[in-house]
Every structure is written in structure tokens, then in C-alpha cells.
């Protein structure tokens, strides 16, 4: 059985306001906690993975290990986006932001992983593969669609943050704060 808390939260939307729910569990076999975003039918799903689960991963498709190791230390989330509702939507990662003590990041998007690889030496099939473990940065969703993928925030072990997300649905803009999300530890205690 799976604790779970049930947070809800008022959203600024840009014509108005739109409550949302946030859901939080922690995972009773894994201790691994997972956040639900929903809204309209759309919800996003974030789930850590804890360094070591990153660094098997990375090492195993022929990442160095240096190189492994760095980029397991960086936040990463495996994540499910599910267009439920009866809208379109469509969202570019670009556009969001990880809000931590007040100063504002970018999340570490394909793009952003394909510089960074470059000036390391990461095989090619390696980073191949990690583009494609990647949630596509810009991505539409018709009523029914899904897609899931890691993402990366950056931020080292245990470090606390807010996602400011921004999409569209139906044409119109979305602003939502996930917020007290929890980059995985290097452990579980």
C-alpha cells in the first residue's frame, strides 16, 4: 500500500484562476517518491531515480564512467505526460523553469545534453541512446495521447525545487507550479 497526500493548490492561470491537484506518494518497496500534476485531464507524472538506477543506466548503453557518475548526480525524473482531457496540448520544455531559493534554471533538455556530450567522450551510440530516453523538449498531444520520458533539473542529490511548467491547451496558455518537489538522494536511508 502506498502513503499518499493529497495537496491541493490554487494555479494562476493567465486569464484567471483554476484550482489543480498535486498529488505526492512515496512508494512503500522503493521509498521513491512521485509527484501527479493534474489539470483538465492532462496530468504529469515525476517519479525519482535514484543516481545509481542512472548511472547502471548510462554505463550500460557505454557511457564513461566519469562521465555517468556526473550526469547521475543531476536530477533525474522518470515521467509520464497523458493527455486525458478532450483539448489538444502542447508544451515546450524550453519554457520551463526549476525555481530553487529564488534563482530560476532551465531544466536539461535533449538539446542541452547534446552540447554537453559533444565536449566529453561519450560515444555516439551512447548519447544516442540518451536522446532517446529523453521526453521530447517540444511535443503535441491530441486527446488520448502520451508519452513518457526522463527529465533532468540539474540540481544535485536531495536538493529541494518548484517546476514552473507553461503549455497550451487548446490554443490557450497553462502556467502551473509543482511545487516541494525532491531531487532523489544519492541513498535511501
Request: one cysteine or more; a neutral charge; aromatic letters at 10%.
Amino acid at each position: 500500500m502506498r502513503l499518499i497526500y493529497l495537496v491541493f493548490m490554487l494555479l494562476v492561470l493567465p486569464t484567471g484562476f483554476a484550482s489543480a491537484a498535486v498529488t505526492v506518494e512515496v512508494g512503500e518497496n522503493t521509498g521513491l517518491r512521485t509527484w501527479q500534476w493534474s489539470h483538465e485531464g492532462i496530468s504529469l507524472r515525476l517519479v525519482q531515480r535514484l543516481p545509481d538506477q542512472t548511472r547502471g543506466y548510462l554505463q550500460g548503453r557505454g557511457f564513461p564512467v566519469e562521465v555517468a557518475d556526473e550526469a547521475a548526480t543531476s536530477c533525474f525524473f522518470g515521467t509520464m505526460f497523458r493527455n486525458d482531457g478532450t483539448l489538444p496540448l502542447d508544451f515546450d520544455l524550453n519554457t520551463w523553469k526549476v525555481m530553487q531559493k529564488g534563482k530560476e534554471t532551465l531544466m536539461l533538455v535533449r538539446e542541452r545534453w547534446k552540447t554537453r556530450l559533444q565536449e566529453r567522450a561519450v560515444p555516439k551510440a551512447a548519447r544516442i541512446a540518451l536522446h532517446w530516453s529523453l521526453m521530447p523538449t517540444q511535443q503535441h498531444f491530441e486527446p488520448g495521447d502520451y508519452n513518457w520520458g526522463m527529465m533532468v533539473f540539474g540540481l544535485p542529490p536531495g536538493d529541494e525545487f518548484d517546476l514552473h511548467l507553461q503549455l497550451k491547451l487548446g490554443g490557450k496558455q497553462v502556467a502551473a507550479i509543482i511545487p516541494g518537489l525532491q531531487c532523489p538522494p544519492e541513498k535511501l536511508n
